[in-house]
């Protein structure tokens, strides 16, 4: 029994899918996401785009995986809003269990009634790969699943 728990425990997980959480502040003007992705897939997408080993636990290359991460969410996720891509900044990243949060910011954004979201997260890697989002908005929340090839979705308030 031991041996089946130490051996399944190097298993990889038998599901594909990131969490990206928006949420709209009118108060302060602001668009804040987090994106919660497995680790290793994370790391399999880094290692695919830049041909080199990533280990997003090591905090001696923080900052330079910092900079990969930032890069990579740049070209996988993007919003839009009235028509026009928002920038956003990377704030950082946290390890939580086999996950890893990644946090961005949109500074001076205008209230809004629809906003399209671009996500292809880790399709790239996995064809199986499944990007759910949550985006609140006025305090109406409202949910989607995008299931690859499927990049796009226009959310309405």
Do not use: C
């Amino acid at each position: 029994m031991l041996l089946f728990l130490w051996l399944s425990s190097f298993m990889a997980h038998p599901y594909y899918i990131s969490v990206t959480e928006l949420e709209y502040k009118p108060r302060e003007k602001e668009l804040q996401i987090a994106v919660k992705i497995f680790t290793d897939d994370l790391e399999d997408a880094l290692k695919q785009a830049h041909h080199q080993k990533i280990n997003l636990q090591n905090k001696e290359e923080q900052k330079k995986n910092e900079a990969l991460v930032s890069a990579y969410l740049q070209k996988h996720l993007n919003i839009q809003v009235a028509g026009k891509n928002l920038n956003y900044s990377f704030e950082g990243m946290q390890q939580e269990e086999e996950a890893t949060w990644m946090f961005l910011l949109v500074k001076n954004v205008a209230p809004f009634t629809t906003a399209t979201v671009n996500n292809d997260l880790l399709y790239e890697t996995r064809s199986d790969q499944v990007n759910i989002m949550h985006f609140v908005n006025k305090g109406d929340r409202k949910s989607y699943r995008l299931t690859n090839p499927d990049k796009s979705y226009s959310f309405s308030w």
